[in-house]
Nanobody, 123 residues
Framework: QTHLMESGGGSVEAGGSLRLSCKAS????????WGWFRQAPGKPREGVAA???????TYADSVKGRFTISRDMDENILWLQMDSLKPEDTAMYYC?????????????????WGQGTQVTVSS
């Protein structure tokens, strides 16, 4: 069973930066697709960024130019560098991964999910 654990959340002022990390225990396959998602109170979960097994990235329009997704394939680690944070970025952030089927774009059909890490941006 693959487990994902996020870290790096916290509270920052608008304009600040945070770097989220997601560490996976192990995967059965060597090709892995990853994604970051977030859910604000009272809102549905939404896709933030994704990276497929070829390294191609997808970003939500709301974070383009501010967030960067990256990974370390050897260490099974995913990152999300978040710059120029806005109050509307406040949410619980979740990482997701799949080593069998790579979801298209920001689809949420991942097999493995973390427990989430809270990001709070104050104005």
């Amino acid at each position: 069973q693959t487990h994902l654990m996020e870290s790096g959340g916290g509270s920052v002022e608008a304009g600040g930066s945070l770097r989220l990390s997601c560490k996976a225990s192990s995967f059965y396959q060597s090709t892995v697709c990853w994604g970051w998602f977030r859910q604000a109170p009272g809102k549905p979960r939404e896709g933030v960024a994704a990276i497929n097994d070829d390294g191609e990235t997808t970003y939500a329009d709301s974070v383009k130019g501010r967030f960067t997704i990256s990974r370390d394939m050897d260490e099974n680690i995913l990152w999300l560098q978040m710059d120029s944070l806005k109050p509307e970025d406040t949410a619980m952030y979740y990482c997701a991964a799949d080593d069998y089927f790579c979801p298209f774009g920001l689809d949420q059909t991942y097999n493995y999910w973390g427990q989430g890490t809270q990001v709070t941006v104050s104005s």
